[in-house]
C-alpha cells in the first residue's frame, strides 16, 4: 500500500530527488486545497440559499443562470492566468 502511495503521490526518486521540506510543504498545500474546496461548497450552498433554492417559491432558471456564471469565471480566470503566468511556472 505505501508503495503504491509513493509511486503515485510522490515525485520519482523521493526523497533524494526534492529538496528536505518538499514534504510538509506537499502535506500544508493539499490542506489548503482541501480547505478551499469545502469553502467552495459552503459559498456555492450559501449563493444558491440566497437565490431561493429551497424554497418552493425559487426559480430553477436563477440557480442555472449562477451555476453558469460560477463556471464560466472560474474558467476564464484560468485561461487569464495561464496566459499571464504559464511561462513562468516552467
Not at 508503495?3 to 521540506?21: A, T
Not at 474546496?37 to 433554492?53: D, Y
Amino acid at each position: 500500500l505505501m508503495g503504491w502511495f509513493h509511486k503515485i503521490f510522490l515525485p520519482e526518486g523521493y526523497p533524494k530527488s526534492v529538496s528536505h521540506d518538499y514534504l510538509p510543504y506537499q502535506i500544508w498545500d493539499t490542506v489548503q486545497a482541501f480547505c478551499s474546496t469545502v469553502t467552495g461548497i459552503l459559498a456555492s450552498k450559501a449563493a444558491l440559499a440566497g437565490l431561493g433554492v429551497g424554497n418552493v417559491e425559487a426559480r430553477v432558471g436563477a440557480a442555472l443562470y449562477f451555476t453558469i456564471v460560477k463556471r464560466n469565471i472560474g474558467k476564464v480566470s484560468r485561461i487569464v492566468f495561464t496566459t499571464a503566468k504559464g511561462s513562468d511556472l516552467d
